[in-house]
T-cell receptor, first 113, second 111 residues
């Protein structure tokens, strides 16, 4: 069984740019969630996709958007990057739906200069 | 708004000593509580969840609704328990509100 994978591992962008982060769910998992983890903080929920539909969102502005594909892989897009967007972005998938145990990927470290 | 508080940023205990990592929460309904752990150079992983009532790696956690706490305990700490521990909750909406995490406690077990 393949675990959750994320790409790229690290990324450096400048303020105002756009970025796309990718996540491949664990095999058979139909739910994916994205989290932002700033340095010294716990992960913060961005949004969740269940069977290709967004079904939950945290307190993040609309410039954070996402997609889930038929194979349940996912993208997180962030437009108009700000310095405060610098963080570790974590993807988590679960097997049977939103209330199930979430399995985390290794994260993508985004630095905005 | 839901919130998870872990009052200790760092906790250092000696091997063989008891460990208690504190977690308090605020939520207006019936939350589901979790402990996640991150060992050095590894990804975040589930340690235990309150509904399963399991003991994982010797750790237990009891949900105290009166005190809104979900403290993690282990009677005898081992060096391999050194890690970052996060308490988290999800609401009664079937998990669609995601997990709300505390800031984490860095546990160091000294030999």
């Amino acid at each position: 069984e393949t675990g959750v994978t994320q790409s790229p591992t690290h990324l450096i962008k400048t303020r105002g740019q756009q970025v796309t982060l990718r996540c491949s769910s664990q095999s058979g998992h139909n739910t994916v969630s994205w989290y932002q983890q700033a340095l010294g903080q716990g992960p913060q929920f961005i949004f969740q996709y269940y069977r290709e539909e967004e079904n939950g969102r945290g307190n993040f502005p609309p410039r954070f958007s996402g997609l889930q594909f038929p194979n349940y892989s996912s993208e997180l897009n962030v437009n108009a990057l700000e310095l405060d967007d610098s963080a570790l972005y974590l993807c988590a998938s679960s097997l049977t739906g939103p209330g199930d145990t979430q399995y985390f990927g290794p994260g993508t470290r985004l630095t905005v200069l | 708004a839901q919130r998870v508080t872990q009052p200790e940023k760092l906790l250092s205990v000696f091997k063989g000593a008891p460990v208690e990592l504190k977690c308090n929460y605020s939520y207006s309904g019936s939350p589901e509580l979790f402990w996640y752990v991150q060992y050095s150079r590894q990804r975040l992983q589930l340690l235990l969840r309150h509904i399963s009532r399991e003991s994982i790696k010797g750790f237990t956690a009891d949900l105290n609704k009166g005190e809104t706490s979900f403290h993690l305990k282990k009677p005898f700490a081992q060096e391999e328990d050194s890690a970052m521990y996060y308490c988290a909750l999800t609401g009664s909406g079937g998990g669609a509100d995601g997990l709300t995490f505390g800031k984490g406690t860095h546990l160091i077990i000294q030999p």
